[in-house]
C-alpha cells in the first residue's frame, strides 16, 4: 500500500481507500493485531494524513480522518511503535485540516435522513481528539463515540500513562459504554475491593472471554490490580498485567469529570441515559409493576430513538416471584418528539408511574410458551 501510494501520489480514491483500510484494522470491534501486525501501518498513516488535503471535503472522508483522529489519539493507533512526537505531529496536521472552513462545512452538511447522525456526530466529536489533557494523563478516560454510518460502539476508553487499556491487554472486543462503567459508578474506589468488567468480546464473554479488574482504595491512592481474563478454550493463561497505582485525588476528580461530561451524547441518547438515572434513583417505578430494569439506550435501528428494557415476573413486588427462572422480558421504544431531553425523560418516568408499561411496550424476549400462558402476543420477527 504504501509503495502505491508513493508510486500514484495525486491518487484521491487510493488514498481514500487506504484512509479506510486503517480505519477499518482499528476497529475497536475487531481484532487490533490486525493493525499492530501490519509492518507499513506507520508508512501508510503518514501518506494518509500528509496528503489529506488532497481530498475533497465530503461528509465521508471528513468522518474517515475524524476516525482516524480518534484512534491516534485513544485508540489501537496510539499502541504502533511510534517515532517521538510523530503521532502527535500526525493528530496536529488532522485537526488544522478538518477546522479549516471547507472541512467544517463539509462535517456539517447532512441534509438527508441517513446523513443526519453522522453530522451530528462530527459536531459533537470533531474537536475532540485534539484536545491535549490539561493534567497528565496517568489515568484518564475518554469516552468515545464511533462513525454512525458504521454503527460503531460508544466506548468509555480507560487511559493509562497514555495508553488504551483494553486493546493493549485484551482485544477481542470494545470497552464497555459509559452507561455501564459511568454511569452506575463502577470504577468509583472504596475500601471494598470492586471486580469490573472492563471489556467483553463482541461476541460475547461465553464465546471469546472479557477482561476484569480489581479497583479499590489504599489510604491516599486507588489500586488497580489482579486483572482476569476469561478465555473459553484456552490453555494457556493470559498475560497479566501489572498493578497500577494512581493518586486518590486526581482519580477521583477524573472519574467525576467523565460522570457529569455528556457533550459526547446525542439527545435520544440523552433520554435514555435520564430514563436510566430515575430507575436507579427510584426503582419502584417498575418493580411495582412486577418489572425489573433490563437494558436502557439509544435504538440500534434508529439512535434518534431511546429504548427502555424490562424483565416481567409476576409476584416480583410482593416478593413471591412466580417462575423467576422464566422471565418476559419487553421493549419499550420512545421516539424524540423535539422537546428537551429532560422534559421527555420526565414525561418517560411519569408514564411508567402511573401506566403499567406491559400495557403499551412489546414482548421482545423470554419464550413463546411464556409469553402465551401469560397472555401477551408473541413478536412474529423473534
Same mark, same amino acid.
Given at each position: 500500500?504504501?509503495?502505491?501510494?508513493?508510486?500514484?501520489?495525486?491518487?484521491?480514491? @487510493? &488514498?481514500?481507500?487506504? =484512509? /479506510? %483500510? $486503517?480505519?477499518?484494522?482499528?476497529?475497536?470491534?475487531?481484532?487490533? +493485531?490486525?493493525?499492530? #501486525?501490519?509492518?507499513?501501518?506507520?508508512?501508510?498513516?503518514?501518506?494518509?494524513?500528509?496528503?489529506?488535503?488532497?481530498?475533497?471535503?465530503?461528509?465521508?472522508?471528513?468522518?474517515?480522518?475524524?476516525?482516524?483522529?480518534?484512534?491516534?489519539?485513544?485508540?489501537?493507533?496510539?499502541?504502533?511503535?511510534?517515532?517521538?512526537?510523530?503521532?502527535?505531529? @500526525? &493528530?496536529?496536521?488532522? =485537526? /488544522? %485540516? $478538518?477546522?479549516?472552513?471547507?472541512?467544517?462545512?463539509?462535517?456539517? +452538511?447532512?441534509?438527508? #435522513?441517513?446523513?443526519?447522525?453522522?453530522?451530528?456526530?462530527?459536531?459533537?466529536?470533531?474537536?475532540?481528539?485534539?484536545?491535549?489533557?490539561?493534567?497528565?494523563?496517568?489515568?484518564?478516560?475518554?469516552?468515545?463515540?464511533?462513525?454512525?454510518?458504521?454503527?460503531?460502539?460508544?466506548?468509555?476508553?480507560?487511559?493509562?500513562?497514555?495508553?488504551?487499556?483494553?486493546?493493549?491487554?485484551? =482485544? /477481542?472486543?470494545?470497552?464497555?459504554?459509559?452507561?455501564?462503567?459511568?454511569?452506575?459508578?463502577?470504577?468509583? #474506589?472504596?475500601?471494598?475491593?470492586?471486580?469490573?468488567?472492563?471489556?467483553?468480546?463482541?461476541?460475547?464473554?461465553?464465546?471469546?472471554?472479557?477482561?476484569?479488574?480489581?479497583?479499590?482504595?489504599?489510604?491516599?491512592?486507588?489500586?488497580?490490580?489482579?486483572?482476569?481474563?476469561?478465555?473459553?478454550?484456552?490453555?494457556?493463561?493470559?498475560?497479566?498485567?501489572?498493578?497500577?497505582?494512581?493518586?486518590?485525588?486526581?482519580?477521583?476528580?477524573?472519574?467525576?469529570?467523565?460522570?457529569?461530561?455528556?457533550?459526547?451524547?446525542?439527545?435520544?441518547?440523552?433520554?435514555?441515559?435520564?430514563?436510566?438515572?430515575?430507575?436507579?434513583?427510584?426503582?419502584?417505578?417498575?418493580?411495582?409493576?412486577?418489572?425489573?430494569?433490563?437494558?436502557?439506550?439509544?435504538?440500534?435501528?434508529?439512535?434518534?430513538?431511546?429504548?427502555?428494557?424490562?424483565?416481567?415476573?409476576?409476584?416480583?413486588?410482593?416478593?413471591?416471584?412466580?417462575?423467576?427462572?422464566?422471565?418476559?422480558?419487553?421493549?419499550?421504544?420512545?421516539?424524540?418528539?423535539?422537546?428537551?431531553?429532560?422534559?421527555?425523560?420526565?414525561?418517560?418516568?411519569?408514564?411508567?408511574?402511573?401506566?403499567?408499561?406491559?400495557?403499551?411496550?412489546?414482548?421482545?424476549?423470554?419464550?413463546?410458551?411464556?409469553?402465551?400462558?401469560?397472555?401477551?402476543?408473541?413478536?412474529?420477527?423473534?
Amino acid at each position: 500500500m504504501p509503495d502505491l501510494l508513493d508510486h500514484h501520489p495525486s491518487d484521491t480514491d @487510493l &488514498l481514500t481507500h487506504a =484512509g /479506510r %483500510l $486503517l480505519v477499518r484494522m482499528g476497529c475497536s470491534r475487531d481484532d487490533p +493485531t490486525d493493525l499492530l #501486525a501490519y509492518r507499513d501501518a506507520l508508512r501508510v498513516y503518514d501518506r494518509v494524513v500528509s496528503r489529506a488535503g488532497l481530498l475533497p471535503p465530503t461528509l465521508d472522508n471528513a468522518a474517515m480522518l475524524l476516525s482516524l483522529a480518534l484512534d491516534l489519539s485513544s485508540g489501537t493507533g496510539v499502541l504502533l511503535d511510534w517515532p517521538p512526537e510523530r503521532r502527535a505531529a @500526525l &493528530l496536529d496536521s488532522l =485537526g /488544522r %485540516l $478538518l477546522a479549516e472552513p471547507r472541512w467544517a462545512a463539509a462535517g456539517a +452538511t447532512g441534509d438527508e #435522513a441517513d446523513q443526519r447522525p453522522r453530522a451530528g456526530w462530527i459536531r459533537r466529536t470533531g474537536r475532540q481528539p485534539f484536545k491535549r489533557p490539561a493534567m497528565p494523563d496517568e489515568f484518564r478516560i475518554e469516552v468515545v463515540v464511533g462513525d454512525p454510518a458504521y454503527r460503531e460502539p460508544v466506548e468509555a476508553r480507560v487511559l493509562i500513562h497514555g495508553r488504551p487499556v483494553v486493546p493493549t491487554v485484551f =482485544g /477481542r472486543g470494545p470497552a464497555h459504554s459509559p452507561e455501564y462503567l459511568l454511569d452506575e459508578g463502577r470504577l468509583r #474506589a472504596g475500601a471494598e475491593p470492586r471486580e469490573v468488567q472492563l471489556a467483553e468480546a463482541d461476541c460475547t464473554e461465553g464465546c471469546c472471554g472479557a477482561l476484569y479488574v480489581t479497583i479499590r482504595r489504599d489510604a491516599d491512592q486507588v489500586v488497580w490490580e489482579k486483572w482476569r481474563q476469561t478465555m473459553p478454550g484456552s490453555r494457556e493463561p493470559a498475560p497479566e498485567p501489572p498493578a497500577y497505582r494512581f493518586d486518590a485525588s486526581a482519580y477521583h476528580a477524573e472519574i467525576a469529570r467523565a460522570e457529569t461530561d455528556c457533550t459526547w451524547s446525542w439527545r435520544a441518547r440523552t433520554i435514555a441515559r435520564l430514563i436510566k438515572a430515575g430507575l436507579i434513583e427510584e426503582p419502584d417505578l417498575l418493580s411495582r409493576w412486577d418489572a425489573g430494569r433490563g437494558w436502557i439506550s439509544s435504538g440500534f435501528d434508529d439512535p434518534d430513538t431511546a429504548v427502555v428494557t424490562f424483565w416481567y415476573v409476576p409476584g416480583l413486588a410482593s416478593g413471591s416471584p412466580e417462575r423467576a427462572d422464566s422471565p418476559l422480558q419487553f421493549r419499550w421504544v420512545i421516539p424524540d418528539d423535539g422537546t428537551s431531553p429532560e422534559a421527555q425523560a420526565t414525561a418517560a418516568l411519569r408514564r411508567l408511574a402511573e401506566e403499567d408499561p406491559k400495557s403499551y411496550a412489546q414482548v421482545c424476549g423470554g419464550s413463546r410458551e411464556r409469553a402465551e400462558e401469560l397472555g401477551f402476543s408473541w413478536p412474529d420477527s423473534a
